[in-house]
């Protein structure tokens, strides 16, 4: 196989990363809540010495001290439920991770629950650079919550790939799961559906420098740097 043409790059301050996992059950649920808890815990510790629940965005976070044994109670009493749907953000100690949940009781369709976490302005996450880190929380992620499917990527891949500005205005174009995927990124999860879909050793047989069987799926990696998104090695292999 042939290696990737890009050369070593740091990571930049200027760098956006994005992580997106959709569970099989609700995010404000006990099993996906306590499940994220714990791998706040280990992967980011710094940050989640500070951990609050904001309504959103642009809200100051309330302070949970007790978040650790039970988030989903804290999401649930924060911010609420309404026709069995609700949303948060994360915010912790220091800038530059957030993490968006949206929960919906079904979990469908897959797009109204998910849990989105976004990296950007850090030249490192908890001392190591965000892409090694987003590597290490993704494929532990995958396992714990055993999501439908989950991607990792860059900013500017995914607007590359899924944005398009026109007469209608900027929108995000084939992000509906349940019609098909938004895309191959750097790094793909093929949770039960896609495992029924196109079987376990089919997924384990594409030529990809990451292939690795992960909780009830299979992780597909392109790259081994997110940067490599843009080289025809890439794209021959995508």
């Given at each position: 196989?042939?290696?990737?043409?890009s050369?070593v790059?740091?990571?930049?301050?200027?760098?956006?990363l994005?992580?997106k996992l959709?569970?099989?059950?609700?995010?404000?649920?006990?099993?996906?809540?306590?499940?994220?808890a714990?791998?706040l815990?280990?992967?980011?510790?710094?940050?989640?010495?500070?951990?609050?629940?904001?309504?959103?965005?642009d809200?100051?976070?309330?302070?949970?001290?007790?978040?650790q044994r039970a988030l989903s109670?804290?999401?649930?009493s924060t911010?609420?439920?309404?026709?069995?749907?609700g949303?948060?953000?994360?915010?912790?100690?220091?800038?530059?991770?957030?993490?968006?949940?949206?929960?919906c009781?079904?979990?469908?369709?897959?797009?109204?629950?998910?849990?989105?976490?976004?990296?950007?302005?850090?030249?490192?996450?908890?001392?190591?650079?965000?892409?090694?880190?987003?590597?290490a929380?993704?494929?532990?992620?995958?396992?714990?919550?055993?999501?439908?499917?989950?991607?990792?990527?860059?900013?500017?891949?995914?607007a590359r790939?899924n944005?398009?500005d026109d007469?209608?205005?900027?929108?995000?174009?084939?992000?509906r799961?349940?019609?098909?995927?938004?895309?191959?990124y750097?790094?793909n999860?093929?949770?039960?559906?896609?495992?029924d879909?196109?079987?376990?050793?089919?997924?384990?047989?594409?030529?990809a420098?990451l292939v690795?069987?992960?909780g009830?799926g299979?992780?597909?990696g392109?790259a081994?740097s997110?940067?490599?998104?843009?080289?025809?090695?890439?794209?021959e292999?995508?």
């Amino acid at each position: 196989m042939e290696t990737d043409p890009s050369p070593v790059r740091r990571w930049s301050k200027r760098d956006q990363l994005w992580i997106k996992l959709y569970p099989a059950l609700s995010v404000f649920s006990r099993e996906v809540a306590g499940a994220l808890a714990d791998l706040l815990s280990r992967h980011l510790p710094r940050w989640s010495e500070g951990l609050g629940v904001a309504k959103h965005a642009d809200a100051r976070p309330v302070m949970s001290p007790g978040w650790q044994r039970a988030l989903s109670e804290v999401l649930t009493s924060t911010v609420g439920v309404r026709r069995g749907l609700g949303s948060a953000v994360l915010k912790g100690a220091y800038r530059g991770v957030r993490i968006y949940l949206d929960a919906c009781d079904t979990a469908v369709p897959p797009e109204l629950n998910h849990v989105a976490i976004e990296i950007g302005g850090l030249a490192a996450v908890e001392g190591v650079s965000p892409d090694k880190w987003a590597l290490a929380f993704f494929e532990d992620a995958v396992g714990c919550l055993s999501p439908r499917y989950g991607n990792a990527r860059l900013e500017d891949e995914f607007a590359r790939k899924n944005l398009v500005d026109d007469q209608s205005g900027l929108r995000a174009i084939g992000v509906r799961l349940e019609v098909s995927l938004p895309g191959m990124y750097w790094l793909n999860y093929f949770g039960d559906p896609y495992v029924d879909l196109l079987t376990d050793s089919g997924l384990l047989s594409v030529p990809a420098p990451l292939v690795k069987r992960a909780g009830r799926g299979v992780i597909v990696g392109l790259a081994d740097s997110p940067f490599s998104w843009d080289s025809d090695v890439y794209r021959e292999r995508e």
